[in-house]
């Protein structure tokens, strides 16, 4: 399973604004904050629900891993999208890093992808 994700009843401004918010309680900062929306409009002039991939790092997981693994950097960062629905609830879908991790066979990925997924599981529980 590559990624979990949790549904939330609440406008999509504000779903982002709570999720950067939970992260942040996790030591996850946004580095990345990228509106798909925004660019399909803008490059291709096609209409799309609101769709925000933000990409979360935890400076102390980020630079354990890459003290493990130097190529790690390729599957970094965290990313966490924040997508409208059909119905018009908010679907946020956080990448299973447990998973993600699991391609390096460096000694100490396997602990670090669990510590980082156990992180964004507390995120999804506390929205």
């Known amino acids: 399973m590559y990624a979990f994700k949790k549904s939330l009843s609440m406008g999509f401004d504000q779903a982002v604004e709570h999720v950067v918010e939970e992260l942040k309680k996790e030591?996850?900062?946004v580095l990345t904050d990228i509106d798909v929306a925004a660019t399909m409009k803008a490059k291709?002039?096609?209409e799309g629900r609101p769709y925000r991939i933000l990409g979360a790092c935890n400076p102390p997981?980020?630079?354990?891993?890459l003290g493990l693994d130097p190529d790690l950097g390729i599957l970094m960062p965290c990313n966490v999208v924040v997508?409208?629905?059909e119905d018009g609830s908010i679907a946020v879908v956080f990448m299973n890093v447990a998973?993600?991790?699991?391609l390096s066979s460096a000694e100490?990925?396997?602990?670090l992808g669990?510590?980082?997924?156990?992180k964004l599981q507390?995120?999804?529980?506390a929205l």
């Not at 997981?61 to 891993?65: F, Y």
């Not at 998973?99 to 699991?102: A, N, Q």
């Not at 669990?114 to 156990?118: C, P, S, T």
């Open 114 to 118: 669990e510590d980082a997924a156990a």
């Open 122 to 125: 507390k995120v999804h529980d």
């Open 44 to 46: 291709l002039n096609v």
């Open 61 to 65: 997981l980020a630079h354990r891993g």
């Open 83 to 85: 997508r409208e629905e």
């Open 27 to 29: 030591g996850f900062g």
């Open 108 to 111: 100490g990925m396997k602990e």
């Open 99 to 102: 998973t993600v991790t699991g």
